[in-house]
């Protein structure tokens, strides 16, 4: 909005200073500050509505120190996060940007799927919420939708780079003139790092385009999935989801505005990528909305994000990855969420294998997801047959830990461009 208003006016009537409205840095910088302002100045009010309401978060036994004095706190605050996402969004990107109304679909779609899924928990006092099978066909619709526009909108282009070998010890990097539609993805670790996800039914001939388009909203699908979920289970603990989701998103703004810049991309040897740089914009509003809820969300929280936030931190991350044609990234940058999905999955699988053999379950982790594994007293897996307890971590240090954990995985991903 303020956008097209300023570059009226400049056009209009020559108005001194309103044509840094056109550089995606200074609206980048305006989103990011206007978005941490909106989720501080905001939060309390929301919070103490929230108290008033009694919409306080139910908790169960864990068996984990910390736990019982968290009963009662404010949940569903992901409201914060939403709506200081979407008015610096509104107010200082190109409303028209075909991504930007993928991720504010994106964002609105998956917060109201958290945000059925936390009422029924709070007001019907069903522990149990959405049922699991309306969740998933819910965020296949997501992955439905997104896959569609990207796959058909004449919008949605790139434009292809080439290595070309000057000399022996010299390459250039160069982009095709035109734009095209393609369904290519940038591969870490790989020299000639573009991938063309069509190659995979390369053998249906002449079904061929029909089932790139099928395989493609299938992956789409699938990625949405699994980053949601694995956002999900990752808020478990005070600040963490909320805190990794931050870091993850200075990491894919990064990658974005280099995406959309043909001297960053010629440089890293990835595609070109118009009108990402919007994208850019999206970022910084994400980064400054998570900041300004962790002020709130951080040990010992005051609010909690509930379902409204984690699923909308999860979609957000995973649809803003994929229109930049960096999912195959995700594993990486998103190693947490991998780990504590992971987690889980092991400790039910095991579980179930060892009764069924032994009549007994056994445990590789205390619990699971992953996080709560330290926060345990007593021993599983490894530590069991040793008999070799591990010490119980502080929540807040296992909370820095992984923090920690994940700004390396974001360098790491960002270095994987051009370690090839």
């Known amino acids: 909005m303020l956008y097209?208003?300023?570059?009226?006016?400049?056009l209009q009537f020559d108005l001194p200073g309103a044509g840094v409205f056109r550089y995606i840095s200074f609206r980048a910088i305006c989103a990011l500050i206007f978005s941490l302002f909106i989720s501080t100045m905001i939060g309390h009010r929301i919070i103490n509505r929230l108290r008033r309401m009694q919409i306080g978060e139910s908790i169960r036994d864990l068996g984990v120190e910390g736990q019982a004095i968290k009963k009662g706190t404010p949940t569903m605050g992901g409201v914060i996060i939403i709506i200081a996402i979407l008015i610096p969004v509104l107010l200082f990107s190109r409303?028209?940007?075909?991504?930007?109304?993928?991720?504010?679909?994106?964002?609105?779609?998956?917060?109201?799927?958290?945000?059925?899924?936390?009422?029924?928990?709070?007001?019907?006092?069903d522990k149990e919420g959405l049922h699991g099978w309306f969740k998933i066909l819910a965020q296949a619709g997501l992955g439905l939708i997104v896959g569609l526009i990207l796959f058909f909108s004449p919008d949605v282009v790139i434009r292809e780079?080439?290595?070309?070998?000057?000399r022996e010890d010299i390459e250039d990097v160069q982009f095709h003139a035109s734009r095209i539609k393609s369904t290519q993805t940038t591969i870490p670790f790989v020299k000639n790092n573009n991938f063309d996800y069509a190659q995979l039914v390369g053998w249906t001939g002449d079904y061929q385009p029909v089932a790139a388009c099928i395989a493609f909203i299938l992956i789409v699908t699938f990625i949405v999935m699994a980053v949601s979920n694995g956002a999900n289970l990752t808020d478990g603990l005070d600040g963490l989801a909320t805190g990794s989701s931050a870091i993850i998103g200075v990491a894919l703004g990064t990658l974005a505005y280099?995406?959309?810049?043909?001297?960053?991309?010629?440089?890293?040897?990835?595609?070109?990528?118009?009108?990402?740089?919007?994208?850019?914009?999206f970022a910084s509003a994400f980064i400054?909305?998570?900041?300004?809820?962790l002020w709130y969300n951080?040990?010992?929280?005051q609010v909690f994000m509930g379902d409204t936030g984690s699923l909308t931190l999860g979609g957000i991350i995973a649809v803003f990855a994929i229109l930049i044609r960096k999912?195959?990234?995700?594993?990486?940058?998103?190693?947490?969420?991998?780990?504590?999905?992971?987690?889980?999955?092991?400790?039910?699988?095991?579980?179930?294998?060892?009764?069924?053999?032994?009549g007994e379950g056994h445990r590789i982790f205390?619990?699971?997801?992953?996080?709560h594994h330290f926060q345990k007293r007593g021993n599983a897996g490894i530590q069991a047959i040793l008999q070799k307890p591990l010490n119980v971590v502080p929540e807040s240090k296992i909370v820095v830990r992984f923090w920690l954990i994940g700004i390396i995985l974001a360098a790491i991903t960002i270095i994987t461009l051009k370690v090839r």
């Open 366 to 371: 205390k619990m699971t997801p992953l996080h």
């Open 161 to 166: 780079n080439r290595t070309v070998q000057i």
């Open 298 to 301: 951080a040990y010992p929280a």
């Open 95 to 125: 409303i028209n940007n075909i991504y930007l109304i993928i991720m504010m679909i994106t964002t609105i779609w998956m917060g109201g799927l958290g945000f059925m899924d936390d009422y029924i928990k709070v007001f019907k006092k």
């Open 288 to 293: 400054g909305a998570t900041i300004g809820f």
């Open 258 to 281: 280099m995406s959309s810049h043909i001297e960053f991309a010629s440089f890293l040897n990835i595609m070109f990528i118009p009108g990402a740089e919007e994208l850019v914009i």
């Open 4 to 10: 097209d208003l300023f570059n009226y006016l400049d």
């Open 327 to 358: 999912e195959l990234l995700l594993p990486i940058l998103c190693g947490i969420f991998l780990a504590e999905a992971v987690s889980v999955m092991l400790q039910v699988s095991y579980f179930r294998f060892t009764k069924k053999i032994h």
